[in-house]
T-cell receptor, first 112, second 113 residues
């Protein structure tokens, strides 16, 4: 069974631009969560989607948004990029009703 | 708010030494507990998890963890570490049936050969 895949793996943007990251969950998984990992703040929860609906949201500004499609694939968008948005963005998927999440390799975003 | 504390930022051990990494959380309700490992250049992998039942859980690669409810702790242990255990270890807690998972700051383990 293929794992969680994230594209692109690496991305370089400049301040003020916007970016869209993609996550394909493990087949059959309907829950997709996003996390930001930085050396200073560690791993922080961004949001979770289930059946195309946002179920939970972390403490991030409105510049961070996401969506989930009917095939459970999810995208995360960050608008008006700031230097501090440079991070590894991780996606995790899980089965409906399960408490376990499986993580993808992440997208490394660098904002210049 | 729910929070997770990992007591050690960086631990350095020699091969065959015993390991214990501390993890405490602040949430008082029903929780699910996890330890994840991130090897250099690799993605997060689940080491072990606790949902209910026996508070001593065994994971992959000889790791185990003990859930002590009264102490809000979920410490990770391994009797004898190997050089290949060099990695960053994250404790994580989530409320039952809520996928808002909170991670500790991580503990970097360096095992000297």
């Amino acid at each position: 069974k293929a794992g969680v895949t994230q594209t692109p793996r690496y991305l370089i943007k400049t301040r003020g631009q916007q970016v869209t990251l993609s996550c394909s969950p493990i087949s059959g998984h309907r829950s997709v969560s996003w996390y930001q990992q930085t050396p200073g703040q560690g791993l922080q929860f961004l949001f979770e989607y289930f059946s195309e609906t946002q179920r939970n949201k972390g403490n991030f500004p409105g510049r961070f948004s996401g969506r989930q499609f009917s095939n459970s694939r999810s995208e995360m968008n960050v608008s008006t990029l700031e230097l501090g948005d440079s991070a590894l963005y991780l996606c995790a998927s899980g089965l409906a009703g399960s408490n376990e999440q499986f993580f993808g390799p992440g997208t490394r975003l660098t904002v210049l | 708010a729910q929070s997770v504390s990992q007591h050690n930022h960086h631990v350095i051990l020699s091969e065959a030494a015993s390991l214990e990494l501390g993890c405490n959380y602040s949430y008082g309700g029903t929780v699910n507990l996890f330890w994840y490992v991130q090897y250099p250049g690799q993605h997060l992998q689940l080491l072990l998890k606790y949902f209910s039942g026996d508070p001593l859980v065994k994971g992959i690669k000889g790791f185990e963890a003990e859930f002590i409810k009264s102490k809000f702790s979920f410490n990770l242990r391994k009797p004898s570490v190997q050089w290949s255990d060099t990695a960053e270890y994250f404790c994580a807690v989530k409320q039952y049936n809520n996928n808002d998972m909170r991670f500790g700051a991580g503990t970097r383990l360096t095992v000297k050969p």
